[in-house]
């Protein structure tokens, strides 16, 4: 069955450094999406990506935020440089619709980042 | 804004009891609803949604119902297994113009279930 897969699972970093997380979405998928979920809160949107273009980005998703499909298969998150309450699992998610209610949302296992 | 409330977890329960998960939620518009679940070690999976008033959502055992009047959309199942322990989003899409390609979710009630 195809699937979300993330990496790196786990990663471990320097306040202050940049940081690529890596996601390879379902093959014949059009829309890609970024999720966070600090320790303990909610799963948090940050941003959707579409026609290689941001089509909607959280308050959250900021200029030290940034999303690229460099080659038509991967789709990655950078933060720039890295704040302690970047911690978090990031969960990458792909679907063949726009919007969850017209096509369902997939996600991948996540990647968890540690800022310290 | 949007925003989602279930019940805190754990919750811990014996085989083949009944399972209730509550979801309250706050958003302008006319949200669809969904669950999705969690199992260790995997990423979210759709459980199941309604897209308006009064849909039921059902898939596995699991069924929940999109209720307006009380702004709700509780989980329930009649007998669980063991299989079941995982961890239970409660989730939103907004409406256009407000938030249609992002989910809002509820914090997650993990469920365990004893043999």
């Known amino acids: 069955e195809p699937e979300v897969t993330q990496t790196p699972s786990h990663q471990v970093t320097q306040m202050g450094q940049e940081v690529i997380l890596r996601c390879v979405p379902i093959?014949?998928?059009?829309?890609f999406y970024w999720y966070r979920q600090i320790l303990g809160q909610k799963v948090e949107f940050l941003v959707s990506?579409?026609?290689?273009?941001?089509?909607?980005k959280s308050e959250i998703f900021d200029d030290q935020f940034s999303v690229e499909r460099p080659d038509g298969s991967n789709f990655t998150l950078k933060i720039r440089s890295t704040k302690l309450e970047d911690s978090a699992m990031y969960f990458c998610?792909?679907?063949?619709?726009?919007?969850?209610?017209?096509?369902?949302?997939?996600f991948g296992e996540g990647s968890r980042l540690t800022v310290l | 804004g949007n925003s989602v409330t279930q019940m805190e977890g754990p919750v811990t329960l014996s085989e083949e009891a009944f399972l209730t998960i509550n979801c309250t939620y706050t958003?302008?518009?006319?949200?669809?609803l969904f669950w999705y679940v969690q199992y260790p070690g995997e990423g979210l999976q759709l459980l199941l949604k309604?897209?308006?008033?009064?849909d039921k959502g059902s898939n596995k055992g699991f069924e929940a119902t999109y209720r307006k009047e009380t702004t709700s959309f509780h989980l329930e199942k009649g007998s669980v297994q063991v299989s079941d322990s995982a961890v239970y989003f409660c989730?939103?899409?907004?409406?256009?113009?407000?938030?249609?390609?992002?989910?809002?979710f509820g914090k997650g009630t993990h469920l365990i279930i004893q043999p």
């Open positions: 998610a792909s679907s063949n619709g726009r919007g969850p209610s017209t096509g369902e949302l997939f």
């Open positions: 093959s014949n998928h059009l829309y």
């Open positions: 990506f579409y026609n290689n273009e941001i089509s909607e």
């Open positions: 958003a302008t518009g006319y949200p669809s």
């Open positions: 309604a897209t308006k008033a009064d």
């Open positions: 989730a939103l899409s907004g409406t256009r113009g407000g938030g249609a390609d992002g989910l809002t």
